[in-house]
């Protein structure tokens, strides 16, 4: 349920809304919902690929994080940009602000700089393209939100019973997101150190042998052998040729499964796909697989009550 007179504030962090005027109705589709919405995002100033100039859209992300009538700061949408924001943006604003921000995809750039830098939580989750641009916004992508936002916990439940999941029980912080993303960022400042915590992993139009490259990346590193559990949502729109020979997502899965330190569960509901959870980035997690699924129960994290 939607939580009443919440005050939400749309901005581009990264790319531009593909339709100026399927976001205007989703703002007014949102305003009938009883939100109040502030928009930053101008279309007629797109630039390039963006939502925006570099200093445009830094700038839209301070003024959400300083509006007063806002509790939620959703991106527009994903794409890329925020890359390029990192060594401006005032983390210490954003964090002391206390206010939701939200997005996945290139949005978890944020999510890691922002932990990084000062250790705030901040929602993967949906954003006004296309989720709530969609003619028909998911109803299980929109629950997860608002649930998630009302709290004080949270629980999100594995699709698929016959994956092969292991039995396991980790509890630990959560963290993760868009898998190319987060390895972008291994090595800098905005890379956060997280010990003894639960990976969750998307990505799309990668190949298996590119997510299994990444993976090793993170294990080669040290980083996984820090964490006590891998959770895998969906990796889909890549193409397989002839040249792989049977090498495909489940052979590299097996793999996988064979010789990382930790256990991998996959049927995560998130990623690219119209049917998405909401995972609070550095809340704490409770992950128990048992029988082929599993329930990842999230608590300690923000939430925006009645107004």
Known sequence: MITPNIGIAVAATGGAAPDGDAVERAIARLRAQGCVVHSYYEHQKVHQRFGGTDSARLAQLH???????????????????????????????????????????????????????????????????????????????????????????????????????????????????????????????????????????????????RVERMLLQLMQSGVLARQKALVLGDFSRYRLSPHDNGYDFDVMLAYLRNLLPIPVLVGLPFGHIPRRATIPFGAQAEVVSRGGRFTLTLSDYPTVHRA
């Open 63 to 209: 003024a959400a994080a300083t509006d007063p009538q806002v509790q939620v700061v959703m991106a527009l949408r994903g794409q890329y940009g925020i890359t390029r924001l990192l060594p401006h943006i005032d983390y210490d604003l954003l964090a002391a602000s206390g206010k939701v921000f939200v997005g996945y995809s290139d949005i978890t750039a944020l999510h890691m700089a922002l932990m990084a830098k000062t250790g705030a939580i901040s929602y993967a989750g949906p954003m006004i393209c296309d989720d709530f641009t969609n003619p028909e916004p998911v109803d299980y992508t929109m629950e997860q939100f608002w649930s998630c936002l009302a709290g004080p916990t949270h629980a999100i439940e594995s699709d698929d019973a016959s994956a092969g999941n292991p039995e396991c029980e980790a509890q630990g912080t959560i963290w993760g997101g868009n898998l190319a993303m987060f390895v972008s960022l291994l090595g800098t400042e905005y890379f956060p150190h997280i010990e003894g915590g639960i990976l969750f992993f998307e990505d799309v139009s990668e190949h298996p042998y």
